[in-house]
């Protein structure tokens, strides 16, 4: 049974990609960006969020921590390098004001999650995407969880820091994508080493594969040996002959360098 760290699930989601879609949410990066719109996820590990303005005091999480990372004074405090993020806490606060980032879903259980907007998807030309975090930061997971959403003939997208082994990612994920999103941090190799904490040299070399791959999917596209990805009912039912149909580079513009 495989298992992946899911750090969110959002609905109804109108940005990553066409129509209707749920992104999931992966927890773990294996760079750390500065700008990072969703910093929680960057640790693959779960962690607790803490909200202070809804604590009432009562103590109950104190009680209840086997690490003594909790003290009450007025508020809860927590001691975060002794906490493991066990969620013990988060599960008994009466003011949800502990709450637990990380949790573990295995494959049937977020592919039948994710079912259940298939409406949504259907009717808008939506689907679902992978995002993060680095999805294929839990590759064989992403490769599964793919390929039985295609199964079903929904559109499946993925966003990438494009950081990953090629030969893994291609007979894990490829031909189960109809679009990716790949985040193009920064071209100077020394900047994004400096900055994100690890070299391009990988990202670059496996843009230029999808590239590649992309451009390959279209002729073969064009040749009418494939159906052109899109909602239910129009995704190819069987592996595309070159990967995923589209690609698309996001470079983002930024106060680095
Ligand atoms: S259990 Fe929740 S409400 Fe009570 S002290 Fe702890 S954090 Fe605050
Ligand atoms: S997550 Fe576990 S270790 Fe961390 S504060 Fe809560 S009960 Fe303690």
């Not at 962690?47 to 990372?69: H, S, V």
């Not at 009418?224 to 990805?229: F, Q, S, W």
């Amino acid at each position: 049974m495989k298992e992946a760290l899911i750090g969110d699930i959002g609905r109804y989601a109108a940005h990553d990609g066409p129509g209707i879609r749920t992104v999931v949410f992966f927890k773990g990066c294996p760079l750390c960006c500065p700008w990072c719109h969703n910093p929680e996820f960057i640790a693959g590990r779960p962690e607790i969020a803490f909200y202070p303005e809804r604590c009432i005091g009562c103590g109950d999480c104190r009680d209840l921590c086997p690490e003594t990372a909790l003290t009450v004074d007025r508020i809860a405090r927590l001691d975060r390098s002794r906490c493991t993020g066990c969620g013990l806490c988060a599960a008994q606060c009466p003011a949800r004001a502990l709450e637990q980032v990380g949790k573990i879903f295995a494959v049937e259980e977020l592919d039948a999650l994710l079912r259940r907007d298939i409406l949504f998807y259907e009717t808008s030309g939506g689907g679902v995407t992978l995002s993060g975090g680095e999805p294929t930061a839990q590759l064989a997971f992403c490769g599964e969880l793919l390929q039985r959403l295609h199964r079903q003939g929904i559109h499946t997208a993925m966003e990438t820091n494009g950081l990953f082994v090629w030969d893994d990612f291609r007979a894990a994920c490829l031909d189960h994508l109809d679009l990716i999103l790949f985040d193009v941090k920064i071209a100077d190799p020394d900047t994004h080493r400096r900055i994100t904490g690890v070299d391009n040299t990988l990202i670059f070399a496996n843009l230029a594969r999808l590239a590649a791959a992309a451009l390959s999917s279209l002729r073969a596209l064009q040749g009418g040996k494939n159906r052109p990805p899109g909602g239910r009912g129009s995704a190819p039912k069987a592996p595309g002959p070159g990967g995923a149909a589209r690609l698309a580079a996001i470079f983002y513009r930024h106060r680095y360098g």
